[in-house]
Nanobody, 127 residues
Framework: QVQVVESGGGLVQAGGSLRLSCAAS????????TGWFRQVPGKEREFVAQ????????YYADSVKGRFTISRDLAKNTVYLQMNSLKPEDTAVYYC????????????????????WGQGTQVTVSS
């Protein structure tokens, strides 16, 4: 069993930065592909970014490409989401999720494909 906990959310002005952290219990977390999603009330959960088990490959939604960076520290069992040039439309609850093997594709951008989820952290960007 893997428990996932996000942190680092908060209130920031447009143009500012935040770094979200996703810490997980269980030594197998470092062997899982991990993603970040976000959700606003009344809308479906939206894919943000994905990182492979080794951290060697990343993938981003077009809406955050060039502004957000996903990374992982295998020794700390932690995945990060560095968010720069934040916009009011980035306001959402951000969730970290892990997908267990097998991996038949290189991109997993649907929430239905992930197995473990955190409780989410609120990010609010003021204009």
């Amino acid at each position: 069993q893997v428990q996932v906990v996000e942190s680092g959310g908060g209130l920031v002005q447009a143009g500012g930065s935040l770094r979200l952290s996703c810490a997980a219990s269980g030594r197998t977390f470092s062997s899982y592909l991990t993603g970040w999603f976000r959700q606003v009330p009344g809308k479906e959960r939206e894919f943000v970014a994905q990182i492979t088990r080794t951290g060697g490959s990343t993938y981003y939604a077009d809406s955050v490409k060039g502004r957000f960076t996903i990374s992982r520290d295998l020794a700390k069992n932690t995945v990060y989401l560095q968010m720069n040039s934040l916009k009011p439309e980035d306001t959402a609850v951000y969730y970290c999720a892990a997908k267990t093997p097998p991996y038949y594709r290189s991109i997993y951008d649907s929430e239905r494909e992930y197995d473990y989820w955190g409780q989410g952290t609120q990010v609010t960007v003021s204009s």
